[in-house]
């Protein structure tokens, strides 16, 4: 059995890849050239050139493979060329998932966000079953995303054993970027979180993610979704347990939206306008947590036996691979 995996070097793939060389045969890595392959230097598994824009490359990229996991993604709230976003997210899907539709694979597992699902205006937690307001696409990587969610499933109407997964916040090792999330851990222990938003995040172990996807290739039903989640948690709470971790004090003042709104446009002019860098406080990433976004993962749990396991020990360990591998200064 020969299974290919997009994405492989970053924190999702790169737990993914892991995961895979314990229960499968063969891994293939579709790695662009100008990645950081650190995450999975070392491994067992082939590593192949290529980009998913370009669609006839990935025909010869598939040959022989049985099973696709399609985890990459141009992940940012912000980019200096918003085009490249849906470049790699919409068009790149499309690509990798006709090739694999021609190439006849088993089975095609796409992970996706939960930012492609609604949040319900009373309060509930989203499920797979809500929709997603158009008025929520706060960001091109949340757009691009749904987009390409569409896109996936009309080729799985056309024949392609697809499951879709809808991770929530992963935390956890070899979050190499970091992400966002990461962002926020890397940021408490350089202690430069003076104040703190009031919304709340749904968190799982980047290691449970991983075996949801393997467990959605083995259990979940084609053209379905499945929301790998695990723990609803406030940005307080999250921030406390970091606290209990760490011994480094979490923020006390808690930030009115209105003026963290604010800050995030200044500093997005800033980035757009003069530094053409990231932006300390994305703009997108403000604006999603105007509202909690709490989710139910309970599908994933009944239906493919998503672990659960403890978010205080994914964080103690996100914890220490920051400090060993130099992210706290």
């Given at each position: 059995?020969?299974?290919?995996?997009?994405?492989?070097?970053?924190?999702?793939?790169?737990?993914?890849?892991?995961?895979?060389?314990?229960?499968?045969?063969?891994?293939?890595?579709?790695?662009?050239?100008?990645?950081?392959?650190?995450?999975?230097?070392?491994?067992?598994?082939?590593?192949?050139?290529?980009?998913?824009?370009?669609?006839?490359?990935?025909?010869?990229?598939?040959?022989?493979?049985?099973?696709?996991?399609?985890?990459?993604?141009?992940?940012?709230?912000?980019?200096?060329?918003?085009?490249?976003?849906?470049?790699?997210?919409?068009?790149?899907?499309?690509?990798?998932?006709?090739?694999?539709?021609?190439?006849?694979?088993?089975?095609?597992?796409?992970?996706?966000?939960?930012?492609?699902?609604?949040?319900?205006?009373?309060?509930?937690?989203?499920?797979?079953?809500?929709?997603?307001?158009?008025?929520?696409?706060?960001?091109?990587?949340?757009?691009?995303?749904?987009?390409?969610?569409?896109?996936?499933?009309?080729?799985?109407?056309?024949?392609?054993?697809?499951?879709?997964?809808?991770?929530?916040?992963?935390?956890?090792?070899?979050?190499?970027?970091?992400?966002?999330?990461?962002?926020?851990?890397?940021?408490?222990?350089?202690?430069?979180?003076?104040?703190?938003?009031?919304?709340?995040?749904?968190?799982?172990?980047?290691?449970?993610?991983?075996?949801?996807?393997?467990?959605?290739?083995?259990?979940?039903?084609?053209?379905?979704?499945?929301?790998?989640?695990?723990?609803?948690?406030?940005?307080?709470?999250?921030?406390?347990?970091?606290?209990?971790i760490t011994g480094i004090k979490a923020p006390k003042i808690r930030m009115p939206y209105l003026l963290a709104l604010t800050a995030a446009h200044i500093n997005q002019f800033i980035s757009d306008k003069i530094t053409k860098r990231p932006p300390f406080i994305p703009l997108a990433g403000v604006r999603m947590a105007k509202r909690f976004m709490y989710f139910d993962a309970s599908r994933a749990v009944r239906e493919l036996s998503l672990p659960q396991s403890s978010i205080k020990k994914a964080l103690e360990e996100?914890?220490?691979?920051?400090?060993?591998?130099?992210?706290?200064?």
């Amino acid at each position: 059995m020969k299974t290919l995996v997009t994405g492989a070097t970053g924190f999702v793939g790169s737990n993914l890849v892991r995961r895979l060389l314990k229960d499968e045969g063969e891994i293939k890595a579709l790695v662009r050239k100008d990645s950081n392959t650190k995450n999975i230097d070392g491994l067992d598994i082939e590593i192949v050139d290529g980009d998913l824009r370009d669609r006839e490359s990935l025909m010869s990229v598939l040959k022989g493979c049985d099973t696709l996991y399609h985890v990459a993604a141009h992940y940012s709230f912000w980019d200096r060329d918003s085009r490249k976003i849906y470049d790699i997210n919409v068009e790149g899907t499309k690509n990798i998932l006709y090739a694999a539709l021609k190439r006849g694979l088993e089975k095609v597992v796409y992970t996706s966000t939960v930012g492609c699902i609604g949040i319900p205006q009373n309060g509930d937690c989203g499920t797979e079953k809500t929709e997603l307001n158009p008025s929520d696409f706060h960001n091109h990587y949340k757009r691009s995303k749904y987009l390409a969610e569409v896109e996936a499933l009309k080729i799985c109407k056309k024949g392609l054993p697809l499951v879709i997964v809808n991770p929530s916040t992963p935390i956890g090792p070899m979050d190499i970027k970091p992400t966002p999330t990461g962002k926020i851990i890397v940021d408490f222990l350089n202690k430069k979180m003076p104040a703190y938003i009031n919304t709340g995040l749904n968190l799982i172990d980047v290691r449970d993610v991983a075996r949801g996807h393997i467990l959605a290739a083995q259990r979940g039903k084609i053209g379905e979704r499945y929301i790998l989640g695990n723990e609803n948690i406030s940005m307080k709470g999250i921030l406390n347990l970091l606290e209990e971790i760490t011994g480094i004090k979490a923020p006390k003042i808690r930030m009115p939206y209105l003026l963290a709104l604010t800050a995030a446009h200044i500093n997005q002019f800033i980035s757009d306008k003069i530094t053409k860098r990231p932006p300390f406080i994305p703009l997108a990433g403000v604006r999603m947590a105007k509202r909690f976004m709490y989710f139910d993962a309970s599908r994933a749990v009944r239906e493919l036996s998503l672990p659960q396991s403890s978010i205080k020990k994914a964080l103690e360990e996100s914890v220490k691979w920051y400090y060993e591998h130099g992210y706290v200064k």
